[in-house]
């Protein structure tokens, strides 16, 4: 009853309904045929939304998750703050990183990692894989 009321079905019916009254079957299937018309427009505007908006988000999050849950000691990281770093070690859900040419030890969350670096880079005289 309410989703009918929402969507304005109920009115269509009524509308229609009236106009049946008269005896002009044209009304009446120009009624069904707007309520038919609006029906699909919404069903479109939901499947856009959906295959535009929710899908490649939740793709996003899912490999977000997996790199997160594949990280391990070695690894060349980048945070959300634009540090990098190479993992000391990791435990629950936060990461000791050693930074900078002295390997200073810095403590980060789990989730604050953007990305795995995936080629060498050279650092001051040490070379990292």
């Given at each position: 009853m309410?989703?009918?009321?929402?969507f304005g079905i109920a009115s269509a019916f009524a509308e229609s309904g009236t106009t049946a009254g008269t005896g002009d079957p044209s009304a009446q299937a120009?009624?069904?045929?707007?309520?038919?018309t609006t029906l699909l427009m919404m069903v479109g505007m939901v499947a856009i939304f959906y295959f535009m908006l929710i899908r490649p988000q939740r793709k996003k999050d899912k490999q977000v998750?997996?790199?997160?849950?594949?990280?391990?000691?070695?690894?060349?990281i980048t945070t959300i703050g634009g540090i990098?770093?190479?993992?000391?070690?990791?435990?629950?859900?936060?990461?000791?990183?050693?930074?900078?040419s002295d390997r200073m030890e810095m403590v980060v969350?789990?989730?604050a990692i953007r990305g795995v670096e995936?080629?060498?880079?050279?650092?001051?005289?040490?070379?990292?894989t």
């Open positions: 309410f989703f009918d009321k929402l120009m009624g069904v045929g707007s309520l038919v998750k997996e790199m997160l849950a594949a990280l391990k000691p070695g690894d060349r990098y770093g190479t993992i000391k070690a990791i435990k629950d859900d936060t990461i000791t990183l050693y930074v900078g969350a789990r989730w995936d080629v060498s880079i050279k650092n001051d005289g040490e070379e990292l």
